[in-house]
Each structure stands twice: as structure tokens, then as C-alpha cells.
Nanobody
Framework: QVQLMESGGGSVQAGGSLRLSCVAS????????MGWFRQAPGKEREPITT????????YYDDSVRGRFTLSTDDAKTTAYLQMNSLKPEDTAMYYC?????????????????WGQGTQVTVSS
């Protein structure tokens, strides 16, 4: 059974950086996508970056492109999210997910495995 565990959240001031990690303790199983999502209070969980693992192609939402970077380890069982130039609007619970690709894309609806989340708070 695929299990994901996030770490690395915390509180920072605007302009600061954080690095999140997500470990798939028993591998990713049949999932060939990993991604980072976030959910602010009163809002839906939204994808911010996903990666198609076989070729390492990452997608970024406009809200984070140029500031956040998703990477994986060589075994492709750990995903990292380097977050730079953080803004107060980045404040949310951040979740790691694993899913199944459609072609070489990683649609939100195909993510079915989730970690417990890690809180990121950015103060102005």
C-alpha cells in the first residue's frame, strides 16, 4: 500500500524559503505521477505542481511558476518542493499526492493517494 509522508512545513516571513519533502515509504506502486497540492481555509485543494515520473516532466501552476521547484530523488520515491520568494497568499496546508497519468499528463482527478499534509504559514 502506497503511503506518503510530508515534512518541512513551518512559518516564515514573506520573501523567505522553505523546502518540503514527501517520502513514499513503500514506493509509488502503480502510480506514475507525484505532485504537490495546497488547500487554504475555506478553499478547495488545488494542484500547484505535478510531475510525470517516467520522464521527469513537471507542470507548474501560474501562481508558483518561477518561485517553486519540484524535484525527485533518483529512485523517484521522494519528491521535494523548493519554495522561494514566499508570499502571504502561499499560506495553506500542503499535501503530497500520487496518481496515475493520462498519457504523459497528470490530471488532478487521477490523484488518489495523499499524505497527511504539512502547514506552511507566510507572514507579511
Amino acid at each position: 500500500q502506497v503511503q506518503l509522508m510530508e515534512s518541512g512545513g513551518g512559518s516564515v516571513q514573506a520573501g523567505g524559503s522553505l523546502r518540503l519533502s514527501c517520502v513514499a515509504s513503500a514506493g509509488t506502486g502503480g502510480n506514475n505521477c507525484m505532485g504537490w497540492f495546497r488547500q487554504a481555509p475555506g478553499k478547495e485543494r488545488e494542484p500547484i505542481t505535478t510531475i510525470y515520473l517516467p520522464i521527469g516532466r513537471a507542470y507548474y501552476d501560474d501562481s508558483v511558476r518561477g518561485r517553486f521547484t519540484l524535484s525527485t530523488d533518483d529512485a523517484k520515491t521522494t519528491a521535494y518542493l523548493q519554495m522561494n520568494s514566499l508570499k502571504p497568499e502561499d499560506t495553506a496546508m500542503y499535501y503530497c499526492g500520487a496518481g496515475i497519468a493520462r498519457g504523459s499528463s497528470c490530471p488532478r482527478a487521477n490523484f488518489g493517494v495523499w499524505g497527511q499534509g504539512t502547514q506552511v504559514t507566510v507572514s507579511s
